[in-house]
C-alpha cells in the first residue's frame, strides 16, 4: 500500500473555540502519528472563522511539539500572501526545531478574497505572477546559495519542497523544477487527470527528486457503516456550501439528510466537486480508495474530511488506514 498523509483545517467547531481547534488538531496528529501516517499537512486559510491555521508555521510548531516522528508541513503556503525570506526563516526554524520533518508545500492562489489582500498589504495578481520565481528564491535559501541577505534560521535548510496546484500551471512549474507534486483533488478535480499527465511528461530530474512523484487529495471519511459515514460528511457538506454561497463559518454538526435538502443545482456542484472521496465503511473506503489509486498512479494519497466530533475524525484515521494495510 501507497503511504497515507493527513490534511487538516484545524477546523473551529459551531460550540467551540480556536483554541479548542489547535488541540484537536494536536490530538489528532498524534493518532495520525501512532496510525503510521506519513505527513501531516496543515493549509493556509485567512479571514475565516470555521478555519484557525492561518498563522501556519505557528500551528505547525504546535503539532511537532505534540509529536516525535510524522513529517509536518503545510499544504500549504500560499506565497502571493507572502516574502520568501520571511517563509524560509519560518520554515528555516520548524527544521531546527523538528530536524529531517519538515515539508514546505507551496501554492500560487492566495486562498483569500481581496479584502483579505488588502489587509496582507499585498498586490496579490503581481505576486502571482512572480510565483515562479518566488519558489527558486526558496530554492536557493534552503540550498544554501549565497544570496545578499542570508535567512536565518533557514539557509541550508534540508525542508522538502513541494508544488500544489489544482490545474496545469502548477504540474508544469512543479515538472520544470523537478520538485514532487500534490493535487488538490479533494475540492477542484477538473483538471486531475491532465495535470497528473502534464507533471509525468515534462518531469526534469532535479538534485532532489530522480523521477516524479505524485500526492492526490482525497476527502475520506470512514465509520462503522456507510449510513454512518454518510452522516458524519455533512458537516463538510455543508461548510462547503455556505463557503461557495458566500456564507462561511464555524463547522456545523451533521445533518440526516442534508443532501436531499439541497436544490438541485446547489447539490450538482458539491457532487462534482466532491469526485475524489471515500465516504462509507471500511469496506467502503477500501474499495474507493484503491480505485482512486489505479486512476491516479498516486505515489501518496492525503487526506482531507471535516468531521464535527474531533473523536469521529480520529476514529476515521484509524479505521481507513487499517482497510487499507
Not at 37 to 53: D, P, Q, S, T, V
Not at 142 to 152: C, D, K, M, S, V
Not at 181 to 201: G, K
Not at 262 to 268: D, F, G, M
Amino acid at each position: 500500500m501507497i503511504p497515507l498523509s493527513v490534511l487538516d483545517l484545524v477546523p473551529v467547531r459551531e460550540g467551540g473555540t480556536v483554541g479548542q481547534a489547535l488541540t484537536e488538531t494536536a490530538a489528532l496528529a498524534r493518532v495520525a502519528e501512532g496510525a503510521g501516517y506519513r505527513r501531516f499537512w496543515i493549509a493556509e486559510h485567512h479571514g475565516m472563522e470555521g478555519i484557525a491555521g492561518g498563522a501556519t508555521s505557528v500551528a505547525l510548531a504546535h503539532v511537532g511539539h505534540a509529536t516525535s516522528t510524522i513529517r509536518i508541513g503545510a499544504g500549504g503556503i500560499m506565497l502571493p500572501n507572502h516574502n520568501p525570506l520571511v517563509i524560509a526563516e519560518q520554515f528555516g526554524t520548524l527544521d531546527a526545531l523538528f530536524p529531517g520533518r519538515v515539508d514546505l508545500g507551496l501554492g500560487r492562489a492566495p486562498g483569500a478574497d481581496q479584502k483579505v489582500a488588502q489587509a496582507l498589504r499585498r498586490n496579490l495578481m503581481e505576486a502571482a505572477d512572480r510565483f515562479p520565481q518566488d519558489v527558486v528564491e526558496l530554492q536557493a535559501r534552503f540550498a544554501g546559495h549565497a544570496l545578499p541577505i542570508a535567512a536565518t534560521p533557514g539557509t541550508g535548510a534540508p525542508v522538502e519542497m513541494w508544488i500544489l496546484g489544482s490545474s496545469l500551471f502548477g504540474a508544469s512549474l512543479a515538472a520544470h523544477l523537478g520538485l514532487p507534486f500534490a493535487f488538490a483533488s479533494h475540492f477542484a478535480p477538473a483538471q486531475l487527470d491532465q495535470a497528473l499527465t502534464v507533471y509525468r511528461e515534462r518531469f526534469q530530474p532535479s538534485e532532489t527528486l530522480a523521477k516524479p512523484h505524485v500526492m492526490a487529495a482525497m476527502n475520506v471519511i470512514a465509520a462503522e457503516t456507510d449510513d454512518e459515514a454518510r452522516l458524519l460528511s455533512t458537516s463538510g457538506d455543508q461548510s462547503f456550501v455556505a463557503l461557495r454561497t458566500g456564507n462561511p463559518g464555524k463547522l456545523k454538526p451533521p445533518v440526516p439528510g442534508y443532501r436531499d435538502s439541497l436544490p438541485p443545482a446547489i447539490r450538482e456542484g458539491l457532487d462534482f466537486a466532491r469526485q475524489a472521496s471515500a465516504i462509507g465503511s471500511p469496506a467502503t473506503v477500501r474499495d474507493q480508495v484503491i480505485a482512486f489509486i489505479e486512476r491516479t498512479r498516486a505515489d501518496e494519497i492525503i487526506v482531507a474530511g471535516a468531521i464535527w466530533d474531533p473523536k469521529a475524525r480520529e476514529r476515521s484515521l484509524q479505521l481507513t488506514i487499517e482497510a487499507l494495510r
